[in-house]
């Protein structure tokens, strides 16, 4: 018996390789040496001008090769005109490797500048600067002013959106339905804009190569997978914990809540390091008001609960205190990359807590979705959402 | 809870992975700009304004060379000076320090060679074509039409022809490929100058040839480089020696494709400034020309101080890519050794 379990074995696995080694004769063969099957025409080289900081008498640029093969960074120019440069780690870019471009340059605060890269072949890729504006040094100082911003835009509108709790607590079951059903609009809302930004991302500062629109599907697929996962695991758990099921669901609330103020402070700390400080309080006043808003989707769920002010007050913080964190990684290492995954991943979380409280009211009434306080709350909650953010 | 957690370490792997991480490399490189700041760079320096390198062609050796042909007597006196000129359109240049570009040669180099003759010497041009592409020599200046070199296309691989004419009128004039699409013929690289000396020679001088001539190394219509004779920023570095109350004479030819105007201008001194060169009575006493496609003449100075003076294209932006030089006018008496700009 035992002889044929471990045959069997080996078989099992036989089986599940010999296809693979088929899949790697047949690359070899397309790929491999002296191979020119696919020798179809010239591949175009490609670098990225990823980033541009304005510093002390110096213009730095990050470069990425993000063509089909390797390049050499030939010439620095600055609003066309040829400047001498210097290229660390060396001029000398594999597929994907980045070069930061030193340019000595006395240059001005506001005024608009246009880097332009020449490779090997003579082809010059350029980046144009709005307004060039000192970049932003990592201090304590910064650090503290970044956390101020992330307690206004995310913790504190939060506290204020949880204050609508014992107006909720006090209304029938339908208005309750429907204070729900409003919290679906506004993550529904919430999740689009975080998919919408996220595309608007990769494409103006993110490479072709690195795809993105797909990218960002990915991710926030992942994401809603991973947290509903976790979520059914938690609201499982609920049973033989302390944790009663609609405090579960406020919890879940406030991480995916949390995940896209993560991205809000992402994109505010960018925006200042950017050095686009109209922008960037523009969006904080915008995210200040829309996120008063979450605080109702979180506590509508909590509303038939009792003793709940310690648990909003934690919850509010999971939801809120993120966009602190998102501001420091914004303001002091940006990166279009990290910004695609982060409003992904907030994306993800948002449209997997709507599935969490659609769940919950239809467990509620009987299955039954389609009910006049479901669908005006729905409706209300993407229209209050589309007003705060155009009325600023 | 585990799902979440493998996500945020899968994102905060690949953040790590995809930031900046330069590492250092141990041997320090230097480079000062014009305004003195001195840079210093672990890196690999792009510097093809002050930093001197040379790249294949060398401007200093073509700016005083003149090719005078192989010459015979014919029965009459006439004088006969052949050429031979064999155009190519496969070789790759590096036209600035790192960047290489597909120039189209007459005789493997861009400006090709400075034909040199006096009025009245009867030309023989031996046309080689050995490119892909079909290619012709047009010169400016007098002679029959069927020796125009644009009706007469001249097949690659081998194709031959054979210009002969007087030369003539007086001055300094153009040749250049006159095969269509012509604009990307010339700007290729398919272009050269012809000097007719009057038959009473002019007073001598320390003799040149400037070509000012682009490079699009982009094809987007707009000239990546601008330089006297090809190599941006090469007399910057390598300034052009010259004495105290010596005669210069420049021939200089605008060979700029795209930008409708180019100009020169000198430093420190003025020029007289003969138009296309037919004419031995100088028509300005100028700091300052401006010169549309082709457009060429004779400037002649003399330095009376010694020193560094620059000579560059007032049309700065021409200038700030590429196009400018430096003449080191030295002591006639006792020829120092100069200082290497921005050094």
């Known amino acids: 018996m035992e002889l044929d379990n471990k045959s069997s074995k080996v078989k099992l696995i036989a089986s599940g390789l010999i296809p693979f080694a088929f899949l790697i004769i047949l690359m070899a063969y397309i790929f491999g040496p002296g191979s020119d099957l696919l020798d179809l025409g010239v591949p175009l080289p490609e670098i990225t001008v990823e980033k541009v900081d304005f510093l002390d008498s110096e213009i730095q640029v990050t470069v990425r090769n993000t063509g089909p093969i390797s390049v050499e960074v030939a010439m620095a120019d600055i609003n066309d005109r040829i400047q001498p440069a210097a290229v660390e780690p060396d001029k000398y870019l594999n597929r994907y490797e980045t070069a930061l471009v030193r340019i000595p340059f006395e240059w001005n605060e506001a005024e608009p500048y246009r880097i332009g890269i020449t490779i090997e072949d003579g082809t010059r890729f350029e980046k144009e600067i709005k307004a060039a504006a000192p970049a932003v040094k990592p201090s304590i100082e910064l650090a503290w002013f970044f956390a101020i911003i992330g307690t206004y835009v995310g913790i504190i509108p939060v506290m204020i959106g949880l204050l609508w709790l014992p107006f909720i607590k006090r209304i029938s079951k339908q208005k309750y339905h429907f204070f729900l059903a409003l919290t679906v609009g506004l993550l529904l809302f919430l999740g689009i804009d975080s998919v919408e930004e996220a595309l608007e991302v990769s494409k103006e500062n993110l490479a072709d190569v690195f795809n993105g629109g797909l990218l960002a599907a990915t991710v926030t697929v992942l994401s809603f997978l991973g947290l509903y996962y976790a979520s059914e695991k938690l609201l499982k758990t609920t049973k033989s914990s302390r944790l009663t099921k609609p405090v579960a669901i406020a919890l879940m609330i406030s991480i995916g809540i949390g995940l896209h103020n993560f991205g809000e402070g992402l994109a505010i700390g960018a925006a200042v390091g950017m050095g686009s400080i109209a922008f960037s309080t523009f969006l904080i006043i915008g995210f200040a008001l829309h996120n008063t808003t979450e605080g109702i989707a979180i506590a509508a769920p909590m509303s038939r609960e009792k003793k709940v002010i310690g648990k909003l007050a934690i919850m509010g913080m999971i939801a809120g205190s993120p966009a602190i964190f998102g501001a420091w990684v914004g303001g002091f290492s940006y990166s279009p990359f990290s910004s695609v995954i982060f409003l992904s991943i907030g994306a993800g979380a948002i449209f997997q807590v709507i599935i969490i409280i659609l769940n919950m009211i239809r467990v509620d009434c009987n299955n039954n979705l389609s009910t006049a306080s479901v669908v005006s709350g729905i409706s209300v909650g993407m229209v209050v959402m589309y007003l705060t953010g155009i009325l600023i | 809870m585990m799902a979440l957690i493998a996500t945020i370490v899968t ?157 003539g009128p007086v001055g300094v004039h153009p040749y250049h490929c006159h095969v269509m699409p012509l604009e990307e013929h010339i700007v290729h690289g398919l272009y050269g100058v012809f000097i007719v000396d009057p038959k009473e020679e002019r007073p001598p001088a320390d003799e040149m040839v400037m070509v000012l001539n682009g490079f699009d190394t982009d094809f987007d219509t707009e000239n990546n480089f601008y330089a006297a004779n090809t190599i941006p920023f090469y007399y910057q570095h390598h300034p052009i020696q010259i004495n105290t109350d010596e005669l210069i004479r420049i021939y200089v030819v605008n060979m700029v494709e795209f930008d409708p105007i180019n100009n020169f201008h000198l430093h420190g001194n003025l020029y007289k400034y003969y138009p296309t060169g037919t004419d031995l009575v100088p028509s300005f006493y100028t700091d300052m020309i401006t010169l549309s496609q082709t457009e060429r003449g004779i400037m002649e100075f003399e330095y009376e101080y010694p020193g560094k003076y620059l000579f560059h294209a007032h049309k700065v932006e021409f200038s700030e890519k590429g196009w400018t030089g430096i003449f080191m006018v030295n002591d006639n008496e006792e020829e120092k050794e100069s200082d290497e700009y921005g050094t």
Not at chain 2, 22 to 43: D, L, M, Y
Not at chain 2, 82 to 98: L, P, Q, R
């Open chain 2, 11 to 167: 994102i905060s792997s690949l953040f790590v992975a995809f930031s900046e991480g330069i590492t250092a490399q141990q041997q320090e490189n230097v480079f000062v700009t014009h305004s003195g700041a001195v840079v210093k760079t672990t890196g690999d320096i792009l510097d093809p304004l002050y930093t001197a390198s040379t790249v294949e062609f060398d401007p200093m050796e073509y700016l005083r060379d003149f090719n005078y042909g192989r010459v015979s007597q014919l029965s009459d006196g006439t004088t006969l000076r052949e050429f031979t000129i064999i155009a190519n359109d496969d070789e790759i240049m590096e036209v600035s320090t790192g960047i290489f570009y597909n120039v189209w040669t007459f005789n493997g180099t861009v400006p090709g060679p400075t034909i040199r003759a006096t009025e009245g010497d009867l030309l023989r041009i031996n046309f080689i074509n050995n490119g892909s592409k079909e290619h012709t020599i047009h010169f400016h200046g007098i002679h029959p039409a069927e020796m125009d070199g644009v009706f007469e296309p001249v097949g690659g691989n081998g194709g031959q022809f054979v210009y002969e004419f007087t030369a």
